[in-house]
């Protein structure tokens, strides 16, 4: 019998990973966002309801990350139905936690389970990239290529994209500690020079090539070297109250490397497990001197990605 309704959850991502821009990402399952997709008789894409930590998004699919990515699905497949869709977000928006990447993520992989033949990854990385274009005004693959493939996933091309899943020692823990204050994607990113001087292009080039070789032969003091990026950083750095010390928390506290996440104001920070607590600890008190509150988890960064935990 055909499947007729399909849950999935998407985990939220760490985008960039610090040293690479728009083409590094990882997961963090601590969070994430749940989409229920339903066979419709109605042509297209609908949406019924949207609850959770954030509930003030557009009902109206194509300006909703989910919903454009669904119907990106529909329209390359045509399978005679539409899909009505419930959202229930769990990651906050404006965060820097891959939150529309997860919708988009979440319900192009509840909405596959309902097709006859289910279509391969990459074609939903294609369909979910359309639905995070609504939400950042740009494609990029950082947040939702890991939390639809799982783990750090390092990513090239937009047009033809390769996937690549990065092993990540078993020893790192991600600590993630999010402000409670609202930074969106097109602001960060607007605020970006176009250019870079040829040297810094260098010094990032070293640093993204010395944290891959670190993270597969299991060099800690590798990435740890290699864990600054030195493009990005400094230009957002002033939209995160507060950044420079809790970064500094972080590193004194023994953290490997510690960075935005995404486009902030989340900051993350890779470390061993045995630092984990002390890191997370420091790293909300510096956050709380500059007067905000934060909410904060510590993970790994687990191999799974987006998944189907329901279907009738």
């Not at 497949?77 to 993520?105: H, M, Q, T, Y």
């Not at 510690?258 to 900051?267: D, F, K, Q, R, T």
Request: aromatic share 4%; hydrophobic share 45%.
């Amino acid at each position: 019998m055909p499947v007729t309704m399909a849950t999935a959850f998407a985990p939220a991502s760490v985008g960039n990973v610090g040293i690479g821009f728009d083409i590094l990402g990882h997961t963090f399952p601590a969070l994430g966002d749940r989409v229920r997709a339903r066979r419709s008789s109605a042509p297209g894409v609908s949406i019924s309801a949207i609850g959770g930590v954030v509930r003030d998004l557009p009902l109206e699919a194509a300006q909703n990350t989910a919903g454009m990515a669904v119907q990106a699905l529909l329209e390359a497949n045509r399978p005679g139905f539409g899909i009505e869709l419930e959202i229930d977000k769990g990651i906050p928006l404006g965060s820097g936690l891959g939150g529309s990447a997860a919708s988009a993520v979440a319900g192009v992989v509840a909405a596959n389970a309902l097709l006859d033949t289910p279509r391969p990854q990459l074609e939903l990385l294609r369909c979910a990239m359309r639905g995070e274009a609504v939400a950042s005004g740009a494609v990029h693959v950082d947040n939702i290529a890991p939390s639809l493939y799982g783990g750090l996933v390092l990513t090239v091309g937009i047009d033809h994209p390769r996937v690549k899943q990065i092993p990540v020692p078993p020893a790192i823990r991600c600590v993630l500690v999010h402000p409670r204050m609202f930074l969106a994607t097109r602001e960060a990113r607007g605020i970006l020079n176009r250019s870079v001087d040829l040297a810094d292009v260098v010094w990032q080039t070293a640093n993204l090539a010395g944290f891959l070789a670190g993270c597969y032969t299991n060099d800690l003091a590798m990435i740890r070297d290699a864990f600054e990026d030195v493009m990005i950083e400094p230009q957002r750095a002033r939209l995160i109250p507060g950044f420079a010390e809790v970064k500094r928390a972080a590193l004194e506290r023994g953290a490997l490397g510690c960075s935005i996440s995404g486009a902030g104001p989340s900051v993350f920070a890779w470390c061993e497990e045995p630092q984990a607590e002390p890191i997370r600890n420091a790293m909300v008190a510096a956050f709380a001197r500059e007067g905000l509150d934060s909410d904060h988890w510590v993970a790994a960064i687990a191999p799974e990605g987006a998944r189907v935990v329901e279907r009738q």
